[in-house]
C-alpha cells in the first residue's frame, strides 16, 4: 500500500529546534515536487515550504522565511524539513504531498492521500 509518513515532531520550548521527515512506502517520489503543509489548531491547511524535483528551486511561506529550511534526498526518497527559532504559532499538524506551485498537486492520488501528519508543539 502506498503511503506518505511524517516523522520528527514533538514538544520543544520557544527557540528550539526540530527536523521533521516525510518517506513513501511503495513508490518513489524523487520526480515530484514536493512541500510541506500545516494546520494548527482552528486553522485551515497552509503551505509552509515546497521544494522542486531536482531540489534546486524552493519557496517559504513569509512567517517562516530565515528559520525553516526544506531539503531533499532522492537517493533516500526523503522529504526533510529543518525548523529553527521555533514559535509558539508554529504549533501544528505538518504534513508532506507533491505540490504544483503554493498548492497541493493532484498527484497526491498517487500516494492515496495525506499521511497521517507530525505534531509540533511549541511552548511559550
Known amino acids: 500500500q502506498v503511503q506518505l509518513v511524517e516523522s520528527g515532531g514533538g514538544l520543544v520550548h520557544a527557540g528550539g529546534s526540530l527536523t521533521l521527515s516525510c518517506t513513501a512506502s511503495g513508490r518513489t517520489f524523487s520526480s515530484y515536487a514536493m512541500g510541506w503543509f500545516r494546520q494548527g489548531p482552528g486553522k485551515e491547511r497552509e503551505v509552509v515550504a515546497t521544494i522542486s524535483w531536482y531540489g534546486d528551486i524552493t519557496y517559504y511561506t513569509d512567517s517562516v522565511k530565515g528559520r525553516f529550511t526544506i531539503s531533499r534526498d532522492n537517493a533516500k526518497n526523503m522529504l526533510y524539513l529543518q525548523m529553527n527559532s521555533l514559535k509558539p504559532e508554529d504549533t501544528a499538524t505538518y504534513y508532506c504531498?507533491?505540490?504544483?506551485?503554493?498548492?497541493?498537486?493532484?498527484?497526491?492520488?498517487?500516494?492515496?492521500?495525506w499521511g497521517q501528519g507530525t505534531q509540533v508543539t511549541v511552548s511559550s
Open positions: 504531498t507533491p505540490t504544483y506551485g503554493d498548492q497541493p498537486s493532484p498527484l497526491l492520488a498517487d500516494f492515496g492521500s
